[in-house]
């Protein structure tokens, strides 16, 4: 290899190169930065000496400092909860099962509320002056009207003051008591087998005792 590097250097010439600029050759060993040096003068060298000397040379810190564990008052809320509570681990058919019960769930409430919209539209649907849902919510349901018609009558106050037998000198309540009391004769009378055989006989002696009865009120 002497030999072919001779040759190349004979016949070669070396290439033009700017002034300053070094031939192409293997690199240099890096050497090793010069550490800087101190400035001379007296203030310039105390300065650098106290930082070259370092700051925490002589501090001694403990590991054992750096570690803090909070008390439990300085805890917060969601991590004494996380601490506190324990996640039960359940078998995988249980999980299926909460799962497949949550999902049942979520079902009904969906239907239920499809349902609501439902019966909501119907009722707009229909052709009719207002919502009828609030007037039907209001009006009692048919048991609690044969409850109320089953019960006995109450029975009437006696009336301090006799009823004047005319008409005129009547107050309202009066005239309203005794219609009812005319209407009940006229239907007792109606039912009664002896209507059914002679109507006008019937009639003849029921205005008569009724007759009777005023004059002997009289």
Do not use: N
């Not at 008052?73 to 099962?97: C, F, H, M, N, W």
């Not at 009006?139 to 005319?166: D, T």
């Amino acid at each position: 290899m002497g030999k072919v590097r001779g040759l190349r250097a004979r016949v070669h010439q070396a290439a033009v190169r700017p002034a300053g600029e070094a031939a192409p050759g293997p690199a240099a060993p890096a050497r090793e930065a010069a550490p800087p040096q101190a400035p001379a003068g007296g203030i310039g060298a105390k300065e650098w000496a106290v930082v070259g000397a370092g700051v925490f040379a002589g501090t001694t810190i403990d590991p054992s400092a750096l570690v803090q564990r909070l008390d439990l008052d300085a805890r917060s809320v969601a991590s004494i909860r996380r601490g506190a509570e324990a996640k039960a681990v359940l078998p995988k058919k249980e999980k299926l099962k909460l799962r497949r019960e949550r999902w049942l769930q979520k079902i009904e409430a969906i239907k239920l509320a499809e349902q609501k919209r439902q019966a909501e539209r119907r009722r707009r649907a229909t052709a009719v002056v207002g919502d009828l849902q609030p007037l039907r919510d209001a009006l009692p349901e048919l048991l609690e009207l044969e409850a109320g018609a089953r019960r006995p009558p109450a029975r009437r106050r006696v009336a301090s003051k006799p009823r004047p037998a005319e008409l005129s000198r009547m107050t309202a309540a009066q005239r309203l008591q005794l219609l009812e009391e005319e209407r009940a004769r006229f239907r007792e009378l109606l039912a009664s087998p002896a209507y059914r055989a002679s109507p006008l006989l019937a009639i003849g002696q029921q205005l008569a005792q009724q007759m009777q009865l005023d004059g002997g009120q009289l």
